[in-house]
């Protein structure tokens, strides 16, 4: 089964913060965030392995409670380049992969 | 390293026409994925490969798609008969495993836009 992200889609002014929550119905061992942008292929961002795991980039972190088969991605002080649509991707213990219907992100001046 | 390459990047075809895809993967890489994505079903995973063997084509929508990965190093996707409905962007992408055979970073393709008309 696809992870349910949440919201669907999210506008912001520069420099307000975004949270993107993934979830699933399956006991994950891994979540991988993506960053796609109009016309161009999803780009990795991170991985997250362990239960409560967080890790960051910039100013883009993210955290997995692996009890609660969720993740999050935070977007602390948002850019103008983080516009984009962002995917979950949820590793199930069986191995299998699904990705999230995605998060339209637009940042505005 | 190149990345994954696709070809080709733009397809057009007429209804009832076979269409080939194909991609190359990053050398060294394990894993294959091909996936479709569309503005109605977002990105949906059709088949992935794990050494070159089949592993989960659960998602590929019906007989008239198959997928091949003869070598490490090559793999196609193919539709017969093409269906207007077909018509989406076809990414592929390729990973590394870990240790315990799971998936890894998952790098994409810049994808295949097919239209079928």
């Known amino acids: 089964q696809q992870p349910v992200q949440s919201p669907q889609a999210v506008i912001l002014r520069e420099g307000e913060d975004a949270v993107i929550n993934c979830s699933s119905s399956k006991a994950l061992y891994s979540v991988h965030w993506y960053r796609q942008k109009h016309g161009e292929a999803p780009v990795f961002l991170m991985i997250l392995l362990k239960g409560g795991e967080q890790k960051g980039h910039e100013k883009i972190s993210a955290s997995f409670n692996e009890k609660k088969q969720q993740s999050s991605l935070y977007l602390t002080a948002s850019q103008l380049s983080y516009s984009g649509t962002y995917f979950c991707?949820?590793?199930?213990?069986?191995?299998?992969?699904?990705f999230g219907a995605g998060t339209r992100l637009t940042v505005k001046p | 390293d190149a990345g994954v390459i696709q070809s080709p990047r733009h397809e057009v075809t007429e209804m009832g026409q076979e269409v080939t895809l194909r991609c190359k993967p990053i050398s060294g890489h394990d894993y294959l994925f091909w996936y479709r994505q569309t503005m109605m079903r977002g990105l949906e995973l059709l088949i992935y490969f794990n050494n070159n063997v089949p592993i989960d084509d659960s998602g590929m929508p019906e007989d008239r798609f198959s997928a091949k990965m003869p070598n490490a190093s090559f793999s196609n996707l193919k539709i017969q008969p093409s269906e207007p409905r077909d018509s989406a962007v076809y990414f592929c992408a390729s990973s590394t495993q870990w240790g315990d055979s799971r998936i890894n970073t998952q790098y994409f393709g810049p994808g295949t836009r097919l239209t079928v008309l």
């Open positions: 991707g949820t590793v199930s213990r069986l191995g299998d992969m699904r």
